[in-house]
């Protein structure tokens, strides 16, 4: 069994985190809980349009799904303690058109979590 959490704040991650698990994940077995941060920055629907794809695009898995507001750092790692999941997916950048290469977020996740921090490849927008 692996629980898996996605970090999220656009549709783009979440659905590069769905056609990760597509491959990976066994819905008799595995977890998924996907959290949206509302980054403070960010267009205020982002987060929840994230959340609400998973819900759809992961339906087999039957996500749990939460949506929180601040830091997406500091809130991405008290979800990773909160919930302890395996294994962590997070996209590359934010998703949008203007981010590029690998974001902040991202190396700060890669730097500071003792379990595996999976980069997910996004669209090319």
Do not use: C, K, W
């Not at 949206?36 to 960010?42: L, S």
């Not at 058109?97 to 980069?119: F, I, K, M, N």
Request: glycine share 6%.
């Amino acid at each position: 069994m692996t629980d898996f959490l996605v970090a999220t704040s656009s549709v783009h991650v979440t659905a590069a985190a769905a056609d990760y698990l597509a491959e990976r994940a066994d819905p008799e077995e595995d977890s998924v809980v996907v959290v949206g941060v509302r980054e403070p920055d960010a267009p205020a629907r982002d987060a929840g349009d994230a959340v609400n794809v998973a819900r759809s695009r992961l339906a087999t898995l039957v996500p749990a799904t939460e949506l929180r507001d601040g830091d997406p750092l500091e809130e991405l790692l008290a979800a990773i303690e909160e919930h302890d999941p395996d294994e962590v997916l997070v996209g590359a950048h934010r998703g949008t058109a203007d981010s590029d290469g690998v974001g902040a977020t991202a190396q700060a996740l890669l730097a500071r979590v003792d379990r595996p921090v999976v980069v997910v490849p996004l669209p090319t927008l």
